[in-house]
């Protein structure tokens, strides 16, 4: 597996750990229009700093390990498949956000609903992204 | 990208050149050993620039290296 395909893996799982973090935490507001929680807003702020953390701890531990292969620039089949999987998660944020709006116009979601409807839409496409691009780098391209 | 019609001798051709590995062929060539790989298994179908740099470093014209297996295509609105 080569380097970018393994911070492709860390990214994706990081992302999907902190995620549920956050949307696990007690008490859960599974509703549109939230109540203003300071709880909660830490519980937010320490899911993006645990990501940071554990991200950057396991791309240099990865660095290190293949240091070479770090320091290598991307050649033209890995940009292809940057391209390719930034494109796919272009549309899910597109839409994710649209729907987002539509939630907020339709269904009545308050500005903190709103916000999380937005969150949640940016890491969706951050997820589909990491994921698009393992599955390009297994399929060749 | 799941397989092309475009075959590709690299593996004979690194077995001839006293089994020359992905990971030289790669460095010489500028991509990585993956890219080799890929392009080694039909998966992937390189750029006309590397798919040159990679018959340079063999020694040997582009069609020596490369093939395409199937048909071209008629352009439409061909006269017939």
Same mark, same amino acid.
């Given at each position: 597996?080569?380097?970018?395909?393994?911070?492709?893996?860390?990214?994706?799982?990081?992302?999907?750990?902190?995620?549920?973090?956050?949307?696990?935490?007690?008490?859960?507001?599974?509703?549109?229009?939230?109540?203003?929680?300071?709880?909660?807003?830490?519980?937010?702020?320490?899911?993006?700093?645990?990501?940071?953390?554990?991200?950057?701890?396991?791309?240099?531990?990865?660095?290190?390990?293949?240091?070479?292969?770090?320091?290598?620039?991307?050649?033209?089949?890995?940009?292809?498949?940057?391209?390719?999987?930034?494109?796919?998660?272009?549309?899910?944020?597109?839409?994710?956000?649209?729907?987002?709006?539509?939630?907020?116009?339709?269904?009545?979601?308050?500005?903190?609903?709103?916000?999380?409807?937005?969150?949640?839409?940016?890491?969706?496409?951050?997820?589909?992204?990491?994921?698009?691009?393992?599955?390009?780098?297994?399929?060749?391209? | 990208?799941?397989?092309?019609?475009?075959?590709?001798?690299?593996?004979?051709?690194?077995? &001839?050149?006293?089994?020359?590995?992905?990971?030289?062929?790669? &460095?010489?060539?500028?991509?990585?050993?993956?890219?080799?790989? /890929?392009?080694?298994?039909?998966?992937?179908?390189?750029?006309? &620039?590397?798919?040159?740099?990679?018959? /340079?470093?063999?020694?040997?014209?582009?069609?020596?290296?490369?093939?395409?297996?199937?048909?071209?295509? &008629?352009?439409?609105? /061909?006269?017939?």
């Amino acid at each position: 597996m080569s380097f970018r395909e393994k911070t492709a893996w860390i990214t994706l799982i990081t992302l999907i750990v902190t995620s549920l973090l956050f949307i696990l935490h007690p008490p859960l507001q599974l509703t549109l229009a939230p109540e203003p929680d300071f709880f909660s807003l830490h519980v937010l702020l320490l899911s993006i700093a645990t990501f940071v953390v554990i991200e950057i701890v396991a791309i240099v531990v990865v660095r290190m390990r293949s240091p070479r292969d770090a320091k290598a620039p991307l050649d033209e089949r890995e940009r292809l498949i940057v391209l390719k999987a930034r494109s796919l998660a272009w549309y899910v944020l597109a839409t994710s956000s649209l729907g987002s709006v539509m939630v907020t116009i339709h269904l009545g979601a308050n500005e903190l609903g709103l916000a999380y409807c937005v969150l949640i839409s940016f890491v969706l496409s951050l997820m589909v992204n990491y994921a698009a691009r393992i599955v390009y780098y297994r399929r060749g391209a | 990208m799941t397989g092309t019609a475009i075959t590709n001798t690299i593996r004979k051709l690194r077995f &001839e050149r006293n089994e020359m590995t992905q990971q030289d062929l790669a &460095e010489r060539v500028g991509v990585t050993r993956q890219t080799i790989n /890929a392009i080694e298994l039909g998966k992937y179908s390189p750029s006309l &620039e590397v798919a040159f740099r990679i018959a /340079a470093v063999f020694g040997v014209r582009l069609e020596e290296v490369f093939s395409h297996d199937g048909g071209i295509p &008629e352009p439409r609105g /061909a006269a017939r």
